[in-house]
């Protein structure tokens, strides 16, 4: 069983980079199992879709999330694989939300001729964004929030591998 975490979002708008430095957090950290794969997927979206072709008992999303909470808020969701979809995502090789990835991943899989579903769960780890214009680095509290989200993660992490990562 493998589980992936997923740091997405751009650098160079201010806390849109909130997921890549909690994965670079992660890995400086270090401590995760050996079958937990830890990627910086920026926004490479369409590089995330086609890696997870090869089949993840679960995907955890590293992101930033607009649900209207103070910022640096930090959620842990899940995202339902089985919800009906606007079936409008496009392949794009320079960015894609990930709503857009998991909206094409059934799709893609079956082009590969792959038959079962490449992903048991997904989960998103987001917090809640003050700054998303240009500019690099995190406001304060979304940096401050880089912490609580490492130890979300680690505990989502934990919680899969222990469950056997599918319900």
């Known amino acids: 069983m493998t589980v992936l975490v997923a740091g997405i979002g751009n ?3 201010s806390d849109d980079g909130f997921g890549v430095e909690v994965v670079r957090a992660l ?10 794969e830890v990627v910086d997927t920026g926004i490479r979206g369409l590089d ?13 999303i590293v992101d930033v999330t607009q649900r209207g909470g103070a910022p640096g808020t930090v959620y842990a969701l ?3 694989l089985d919800a009906p979809h606007e079936g409008t995502a496009q392949l794009d090789g ?6 857009a990835v998991l909206d094409l991943l059934d799709g893609l899989a079956a082009a590969m001729g792959i038959a079962e579903r490449p992903v048991g769960r997904v989960l998103v780890v987001g917090c809640e964004p ?7 680095g995190l406001s304060p509290p979304v940096s401050d929030a880089v912490a ?12 899969l591998l222990s469950e056997g990562a599918v319900r």
């Open 27 to 36: 890995r400086a950290e270090g401590g995760l199992p050996a079958d937990v």
């Open 130 to 136: 003050a700054e998303l214009g240009e500019g690099m």
């Open 78 to 80: 899940e995202h339902d």
């Open 94 to 99: 320079h960015g894609m939300h990930p709503a």
């Open 11 to 13: 650098v160079f708008n």
């Open 148 to 159: 609580t989200a490492v130890i979300t993660v680690q505990e989502l992490v934990t919680s």
């Open 48 to 60: 995330l879709a086609y890696q997870l072709l090869d089949g993840y008992a679960a995907l955890v």
